[in-house]
């Protein structure tokens, strides 16, 4: 996959990182002169010092042949022109749009004709907040956020201490809004479980569970004998 990102802070590099790392070619669209040349140092993709608002340089960074655009600067205004502008250029490319003030972010959604603009919108900030809020209230897990839903994926570890190690899932007796997707062995071999699975005596469990049982989850799965 061919991707553009618009911005370098530490969002934008990280991403960048992370879809080498995946094997991905990446191109940097980056304003600052300085911060250009040190990415040009730090990443083995193309680094760009320019406007990802004008459309010559996204031209020059080759839009038409990216399969994704994502436009992650602090700017709402700049990244939404730029996710308009990508999307003018090349219709199939999948724009990922970054909203900074999640104020803006209820606007751009409610505006039925900038959604055609951009396939993902995602607010770091917001993203931030929520897991502060939800870890001091509920703190102790290892955790993803669906905010909208009102649930998140934890992590449990197992260990010879734990009073669930070696039962079956179907003991263990969740509540109804609970579910295991996932088990892992002390050797980090994957297991997508059923009822009659059996929890290893070391390992990991990848629980799905609404806001309101954890807490329940929690003192079940991580008591002891």
């Known amino acids: 996959m061919y991707v553009i990102i618009m911005g370098a802070g530490r969002v ?27 990415l040009s140092m730090q990443i083995n993709g193309l680094v760009i010092e ?38 003018n250029l090349n219709p199939n490319v999948k724009t990922s749009l970054r909203i900074s003030n999640p ?10 004709d900038l959604k055609k603009y951009f ?35 934890v992590r449990f570890t197992i260990d010879e201490n734990s009073r669930i190690a070696g039962k079956l899932v ?10 295991i997707i ?9 297991i997508i479980p059923s009822g009659d699975t059996k929890l290893p005596e070391k390992g990991q469990v990848i629980v799905f569970a609404k806001n309101s049982v954890l807490k329940e989850v929690k003192e079940l799965l991580e008591g002891g004998e």
């Open 119 to 153: 396939d993902f919108v995602i607010s770091p900030e917001e993203i931030a907040a929520e897991y502060i809020s939800r870890n001091i209230v509920t703190p102790g897990f290892d955790r993803v956020l669906f905010p909208k839903e009102g649930a998140e994926i």
């Open 182 to 190: 996932a088990v892992y062995d002390e050797k980090g071999n994957l």
């Open 50 to 87: 320019g406007d990802a608002t004008d459309p010559k340089t996204l031209e020059e960074a080759n839009i038409k042949q990216a399969d994704a655009f994502a436009a992650l600067t602090g700017k709402d205004d700049a990244n939404l022109l730029a996710c308009i502008l990508a999307k």
């Open 170 to 179: 179907k003991e263990l007796n969740l509540p109804k809004d609970a579910l």
């Open 12 to 38: 934008g590099y990280l991403v960048a990182k992370m879809l080498e790392e995946d094997g991905h070619d990446v191109t940097i669209i980056e304003m600052d002169r300085d911060r250009a040349k040190e």
């Open 103 to 112: 104020k803006n972010r209820r606007i751009f959604e409610e505006v039925g």
